[in-house]
């Protein structure tokens, strides 16, 4: 038996070690983030944090992993799944909702991270029984069709017009270029933009 290689690390197995420190590396930073982020670590070491977050006006204490994302949070913990999931890599906009009133991915945003700031998804943009504006304007303007894309598309719109009113139908395709329709519904939902921001 040759000798020569012994104590040597494959390529095979050096490939392994690195994805090991690699995943290793990823939990932890997570794990630090959401704690830097306000989360309380569960003195019990069940590896759950504790998370207060401020869901359409109302505060809500949760216990999470702290790898959950807002998105799960909002649909599987506080049941408000007006908010999808679509693709969940970022890539569709159908997750979107403000923090502090910035529109955000849901799917990329860790539940933790968001700790004690003001989170508005599609259920608390209507006040008192009466559509939000954008609301109206997308059912006025046949702004969608299946309707799977539709909360993601008026979270965007509604913080489109609170960014600065887009003037013309190529500002409005180019600010919501975020969000995909797969059915294709761009043109009504370019006019319920337009119509909505001339009437702001």
Do not use: W
């Amino acid at each position: 038996m040759d000798d020569s290689n012994e104590g040597r690390i494959s390529r095979r197995g050096f490939l392994g070690r690195t994805a090991t420190a690699s995943a290793v590396l990823a939990v932890g930073g997570q794990l630090a983030d959401t704690e830097a982020a306000g989360a309380e670590p569960d003195a019990g070491g069940s590896g759950l944090v504790d998370v207060e977050l401020r869901v359409n006006e109302r505060m809500e204490r949760l216990r999470l992993d702290p790898r959950v994302t807002l998105l799960d949070a909002v649909r599987d913990e506080l049941r408000l799944t007006g908010t999808k999931k679509g693709c969940d890599r970022g890539q569709c906009g159908a997750c979107t909702v403000h923090v502090d009133g910035r529109r955000v991915l849901s799917c990329l945003t860790l539940a933790g991270s968001v700790t004690g700031r003001r989170v508005t998804t599609i259920e608390g943009l209507a006040r008192g029984g009466e559509l939000h504006p954008v609301q109206q304007a997308f059912l006025d303007h046949d702004g969608f069709q299946c309707g799977f894309c539709t909360s993601g598309q008026i979270m965007s719109a509604v913080a489109v017009l609170r960014e600065g009113c887009p003037r013309s139908a190529e500002q409005v395709r180019e600010l919501m270029s975020g969000n995909i329709c797969r059915c294709g519904a761009y043109d009504g939902i370019v006019d319920a933009v337009r119509a909505a921001g001339a009437a702001d």
